[in-house]
Each structure stands twice: as C-alpha cells, then as structure tokens.
C-alpha cells in the first residue's frame, strides 16, 4: 500500500509540476503560485473537513513548518522551471528531495530489506541520471554576470528547491498519526503565507522584478494553475498517507520520482530531447520500484 500510495504521489507531482512550469513560462513563478498555492489550501481543507478528524497544536506545528520549507521550494523550484529546461530542472529538485529523508530515515534507526534497499538506491541512481545535464560552460562571460547567471541558474535554483522539499517531507512525517489531513492545511496555510510575503516583497521593493515576463490570456495561466495546485494538493496528501503507513525513506524516494512524469511531459509538449543517460535513468526507474514492491 505505501508503494502504491507513494508512486501515486510521484504521479500527481509529476503532471503538478509541468503545469506549474507551464504557467510559470507564461507567467512569472510568484503569479503562478498566487493561483496554484490557494486552490491547494481550498482543497486539502475541504478533504480535511470531510473526514471530520481533530487534531492538536503539536500536529499542527509540524505541518506549518513544513509549509513554510514547502513553500519556500515552491517559489525556487517554480523559478528554476521558468530559467531552465523541465529535463534538467526536475530531476534535480526531486534528487535533493530525496537524499534528505533517506540520511534522516536511516539515522532514525529505519532497516529496510536487502531487496528493498536495492531498489532504492536504483532509484536514486535514477534520479541522478535523469538529471544529468549536457556538459559546456561558457567561459567568456565577465565575472559579475556569471555569478549572477548562477545564482538565477534552474539548476542551482532546483537543488535549493529540492532540499527545501526534502526538509517538508521529513517534517510532515513527524506530523504523525491521528490528525486527520488537518497537518496537511497547516502546511498549506505555511504555503500561503511564505507566496504572499514574497508577492507583498515584491510590490514594497522590487517591482520592476521580470519586466520581460511573457504575456499570456489571463484564462489561460489560471486555468494551468489552479490545476497544477489541485494536483499538488493531492500528491501532498497521497504521500502524507503513505508517509505515516510506513517508512520515510521508503516513501520519499518513491514520491521523489516525479520527474519521470515531468520529463516525458516535457519531451512530448515542448520537444525537449531526452539524452540517452535519461533514458537509462528512466529504465532503471522501473527497475527499482519493481524491487521495492516485490520486496
């Protein structure tokens, strides 16, 4: 059931998180979330209200914290989709995703079986291989833009993403057991507030920030956001459920192999062309979460 839940997860985040980039190009990464981040609230509210659990301040906590890490790595990893290619920029994020809950998991004692173990760590070879990225550098570049050229990078951005990500994954686990999805809208309320304090950061002192921002119907970057946002929501409580059945470590690498989805998305939308080092990490993808469910 946890590999179920889990890769079920990775799927929802994956389509989430092409439609996130889609809108974020014809946007900019914060409009994008004004959109994405309350339609997410409005439905894990919803899904929590109909399960009608209760909970306490401490579930509570935890899942604010893990809003507040969860939405700082929206705002990053959004920005990385806009600067970079989705096949390079995924990956990345999901690879420090990963590693995170996988060391805090195993320094908590966790033990998985030698089959399962295998296929985890397939799995992280997979990641690692999916984002590979092709070589060249263009050294020419004066010494002040190229540092302003990485630190705005998609790579870089997505790293930063993707261990804010790992930080959420590893708090909503300690939001634990018999609170319903209640953890859940406290991380989407952390969510909320971390976007519009960026959106208010802008209005106050940066206005001017992406003046070359693509223009694009106003429909039709709210219609990719709100969907990127539901699909969001509902990958954050497939993998809260499957998170608080079963092991961190086991659950967040299966979640972290969202970019295959992103990936493809991609390559059949915008033709980004898949190096054959994606592909082998494709196949061993499936290698290793063959092994995690037979084991």
Known sequence: MVTILALSAALAYGVADFLGGAAARRSTALKALAWCVPMGLAVVLVAALLTGDGTGWGPLTWGFGAGLAGGTGLITFYRALARGPMSVVAPVSALAAA?????VGTMQGERLDATVLLGV??????IALVSMEAGGTDDTAPAASGWRRLLDSGPLMAGVSGA???????????????????????????????????????????????????????RTLIALALL?????????????????????????????L?????????RIAYSERLRTVQRLGMAIAVAGVALVTVG
């Open 99 to 103: 590693v995170l809950p996988v060391a």
């Open 164 to 218: 804010c990500f790992g930080i959420f994954f590893i708090l909503l686990k300690e939001a634990g057991d018999g609170g319903g999805l209640w953890p859940l809208v406290a991380a989407r309320v952390g969510n909320v507030v971390i976007v519009f304090a960026a959106l208010l950061y802008l209005k106050l002192f940066a206005a001017a920030a992406d003046p070359g921002a693509p223009r694009t119907t106003r």
């Open 121 to 126: 760590l397939l799995c992280l070879v997979a």
């Open 258 to 266: 969202y970019p295959a989805i992103t990936v493809l998305l991609a």
């Open 228 to 256: 990127s946002g539901a699909l969001d929501a509902g990958a954050n409580a497939l993998y809260f459920i499957a998170v608080q059945d079963g092991m961190l470590s086991l659950a967040a690498v299966l979640t972290s």
